[in-house]
Nanobody, 115 residues
Framework: QVQLVESGGGLVQPGGSLRLSCAAS????????MGWHRQAPGKQRELVAY???????TYADSVKGRFTISRDNAKNTVYLQMNSLKPEDTAAFYC?????????WGQGTQVTVSS
């Protein structure tokens, strides 16, 4: 069983930065694709970014150039560096792991961008 624990959310002013972390248990992290999704109130959950086991990354158009996903396989951790944050980035952010047809989710961390 894989457990994912996110951290790093909080309140930040527009234009500010936050770094989210997601620590995974188990032994499959390095072989897995890791992703970050977000869900704003009243909206569907959307993919923000993902990183493959080989380090290939992709981003939603709305965050390209502002967010960076990275991973540290030695620490079983994936990160999301978020810069130039906007009020419309306010959402609950969820980490997920894809491996062998199974998806695991974290419990989420809240990001609020407001002055």
């Amino acid at each position: 069983q894989v457990q994912l624990v996110e951290s790093g959310g909080g309140l930040v002013q527009p234009g500010g930065s936050l770094r989210l972390s997601c620590a995974a248990s188990g032994s499959i992290f390095s072989m897995s694709t890791m992703g970050w999704h977000r869900q704003a109130p009243g909206k569907q959950r959307e993919l923000v970014a993902y990183i493959s086991s080989g380090g290939y990354t992709t981003y939603a158009d709305s965050v390209k150039g502002r967010f960076t996903i990275s991973r540290d396989n030695a620490k079983n951790t994936v990160y999301l560096q978020m810069n130039s944050l906007k009020p419309e980035d306010t959402a609950a952010f969820y980490c997920n792991l894809w491996y062998a047809g199974t998806t695991y989710w974290g419990q989420g961390t809240q990001v609020t961008v407001s002055s």
